[in-house]
């Protein structure tokens, strides 16, 4: 085991490992208190050392312990009838998603994902409501959540823009949050898997880096009950904004360079 991973991290430099390490931490922070986010900074990060192959499962493996340790909290604080269709339509998507990942160049997909919600952000800033009450806004909200989060892994934004949407104490947002974010994280594994993703590679690399980012999730939940909460609804907003431009700008470049 040793042996594979000194052979894994062999071309990598200490200052790219160092990268990744303070990466982990501060997503497994934004996790914690705003609920979503982390994905995006460890698929961003990790892409560029190793690669999207491996950073999609990485950042699925990293999260799944905090998604444990936050569940508690979803299960006290969430709405049933929120988490439940949401979930259950981003496992039927996520496939298919996975499938975009695998075989398609996602670029321009990835570009017009980055100006939607930067759109969603704009309007919820102004106080537009995407009609969350009604099942067929949660149905279509957990298919675009789940088909991005199979191709991307950052499945969170489409769940953020209709969380802030709906009235809701900052506890009761951030748990819907969490909950659906928890369904995201459960649906990318079989297909993750199907498609062999899961590599030696990426399993020695997922167990050396999990406890960095659950540590800071630990912090950022610590936060958030420690009056961080007052916080929520902007901190969220910034987040969901800047997963839209810094998505859109590496999309941008990948499609130039591509």
Same mark, same amino acid.
């Given at each position: 085991?040793?042996?594979?991973?000194?052979?894994?991290?062999?071309?990598?430099?200490?200052?790219?490992?160092?990268?990744?390490?303070?990466?982990?931490?501060? !997503? =497994?922070?934004?996790? $914690?208190?705003? /609920?979503? +986010? *982390?994905?995006?900074? #460890?698929?961003? &990060?990790? %892409?560029?050392?190793?690669?999207?192959?491996?950073?999609?499962?990485?950042?699925?493996?990293?999260?799944?312990?905090?998604?444990?340790?936050?569940?508690?909290?979803?299960?006290?604080?969430?709405?049933?009838?929120?988490?439940?269709?949401?979930?259950?339509?981003?496992?039927?998507?996520?496939?298919?998603?996975?499938?975009?990942?695998?075989?398609?160049?996602?670029?321009?997909?990835?570009?017009?994902?980055?100006?939607?919600?930067?759109?969603?952000?704009?309007?919820?800033?102004?106080?537009?409501?995407?009609?969350?009450?009604?099942?067929?806004?949660?149905?279509?909200?957990?298919?675009? !959540? =789940?088909?991005?989060? $199979?191709?991307? /892994?950052? +499945? *969170?934004?489409?769940? #953020?823009?209709? &969380?802030? %949407?709906?009235?809701?104490?900052?506890?009761?947002?951030?748990?819907?949050?969490?909950?659906?974010?928890?369904?995201?994280?459960?649906?990318?594994?079989?297909?993750?898997?199907?498609?062999?993703?899961?590599?030696?590679?990426?399993?020695?690399?997922?167990?050396?880096?999990?406890?960095?980012?659950?540590?800071?999730?630990?912090?950022?939940?610590?936060?958030?009950?420690?009056?961080?909460?007052?916080?929520?609804?902007?901190?969220?907003?910034?987040?969901?904004?800047?997963?839209?431009?810094?998505?859109?700008?590496?999309?941008?470049?990948?499609?130039?360079?591509?």
């Amino acid at each position: 085991m040793v042996a594979e991973l000194e052979a894994l991290l062999g071309p990598v430099s200490v200052l790219e490992l160092a990268l990744v390490a303070a990466t982990l931490l501060i !997503a =497994g922070f934004l996790r $914690g208190f705003v /609920g979503f +986010g *982390g994905a995006l900074i #460890v698929i961003m &990060v990790v %892409s560029a050392v190793f690669g999207p192959l491996i950073a999609v499962p990485i950042a699925v493996l990293t999260g799944l312990p905090s998604t444990i340790q936050l569940l508690p909290v979803a299960v006290r604080h969430a709405e049933r009838p929120f988490v439940i269709p949401f979930g259950l339509a981003s496992f039927a998507a996520a496939p298919f998603g996975t499938w975009v990942l695998v075989s398609v160049e996602p670029a321009v997909m990835k570009m017009a994902i980055s100006v939607a919600v930067l759109g969603m952000v704009l309007m919820l800033y102004r106080g537009w409501r995407f009609g969350s009450d009604s099942l067929l806004v949660l149905l279509g909200a957990g298919t675009a !959540a =789940g088909l991005i989060q $199979g191709s991307a /892994g950052i +499945g *969170g934004p489409p769940v #953020v823009a209709v &969380v802030l %949407s709906r009235p809701g104490t900052p506890e009761q947002q951030r748990a819907n949050v969490i909950g659906a974010v928890t369904a995201l994280a459960l649906c990318s594994l079989p297909a993750l898997w199907y498609h062999a993703l899961f590599t030696r590679d990426v399993l020695l690399l997922g167990l050396v880096l999990f406890p960095l980012y659950a540590s800071t999730t630990w912090l950022g939940s610590r936060y958030f009950s420690a009056g961080g909460k007052h916080h929520f609804r902007n901190a969220a907003l910034a987040l969901l904004a800047a997963v839209g431009v810094i998505t859109l700008g590496l999309a941008i470049r990948d499609y130039l360079t591509g």
